[in-house]
């Protein structure tokens, strides 16, 4: 398996990527440099020693990958209902086996359209449960959060190509998760905080991505009532966020952002614009 870190000539070595040199243009002149491309594997998850999925994922934090993917897609309620989980020796493959024996795969997959081809096994046009949470910040909660994120995503910052996704509270950040997939960036966080016994209800999940229908769903999973990003949200999850009681923003930009859902929970009032 490939050494998953990109080394530079002062001995620094960053985790998820590799190295590789590239040519840069610049007003013209080109040169040569030694840098690095982020490195793409894959994970292939077995429960109770079924084939469950397999994740293009980048080479960090698998196993928080897992359990954060077992929770968001219903297969697991907690921590607790994870006897062990062993990855291979090549960690392209992880074992989780559970404090029970009866585990039925789902027979349906769903494709989705995060990056590196997400998957979700569950049925997002199904009705859920709004979101009760009585969670309400000032926008420059989201605006520090966003310039937390940007200071926290350090392999971005050395190859480009990457997601970076942190879990929050109001004071600040919990967990920083980085992938080639979006999506996968959410999953992390979960595992981290399930790991950490750390609740993830009532936090701020702020992203580098477009905020997706899977993504959204994940959220709705942790309990996350705010869900910002950089960029975008799609149509599908501007209208499950809305049925969820959810504040999805995106565009968050050098003091600006757009409230898209359940402005309220930014002290905002749509009687009064």
């Given at each position: 398996m490939a050494d998953h870190t990109l080394c530079t000539d002062d001995t620094i070595c960053?985790?998820?990527?590799?190295?590789?040199?590239?040519?840069?243009?610049?007003?013209?002149?080109?040169?040569?440099?030694?840098?690095?491309v982020i490195?793409?594997?894959?994970?292939?998850?077995?429960?109770?020693?079924?084939?469950?999925?397999?994740?293009?994922?980048?080479?960090?934090?698998?196993?928080?990958?897992?359990?954060?993917?077992l929770f968001n897609e219903g297969v697991i309620a907690s921590i607790d209902e994870i006897g062990l989980i062993r990855p291979?020796?090549?960690?392209?493959?992880?074992?989780?086996?559970?404090?029970?024996?009866?585990f039925n795969a789902p027979r349906r997959m769903v494709l989705t359209s995060g990056c590196g081809g997400g998957i979700s096994f569950q049925n997002l046009a199904e009705t859920q449960v709004p979101l009760e949470s009585a969670m309400a910040i000032t926008p420059q909660v989201i605006l520090d959060r966003m310039a937390d994120l940007n200071q926290a995503a350090t392999l971005y910052k050395r190859v480009r190509g990457v997601h970076t996704s942190v879990l929050a509270s109001q004071q600040?950040?919990?967990f920083c998760a980085e992938d080639v997939g979006r999506h996968?960036?959410?999953?992390?966080?979960?595992?981290?905080?399930?790991?950490?016994?750390?609740?993830?209800?009532?936090?701020?999940?702020?992203?580098?991505?477009?905020?997706?229908?899977?993504?959204?769903?994940?959220?709705?999973?942790?309990?996350?009532?705010?869900?910002?990003?950089?960029?975008a949200p799609t149509s599908i999850s501007v209208g499950l966020a809305e049925a969820w009681n959810m504040c999805v923003v995106g565009y968050v930009r050098q003091g600006s952002m757009r409230v898209y859902t359940h402005a309220e929970?930014?002290?905002?009032d749509d009687q009064n614009d």
């Open positions: 960053e985790p998820g990527a590799i190295p590789f040199a590239y040519w840069t243009i610049k007003a013209g002149s080109p040169e040569r440099v030694d840098g690095g490195a793409e594997t894959f994970v292939s998850i077995y429960v109770n020693g079924q084939d469950l999925a397999t994740l293009m994922c980048s080479p960090l934090d698998q196993e928080d990958l897992v359990v954060g993917f291979n020796a090549n960690e392209t493959t992880i074992d989780v086996f559970l404090t029970r024996r009866e600040a950040v919990l996968n960036t959410i999953d992390k966080l979960a595992g981290k905080a399930m790991r950490a016994g750390v609740d993830m209800r009532d936090r701020l999940l702020v992203t580098s991505g477009r905020i997706s229908s899977e993504m959204l769903s994940k959220a709705r999973q942790m309990g996350v009532p705010i869900v910002a990003s950089r960029t929970r930014l002290g905002l």
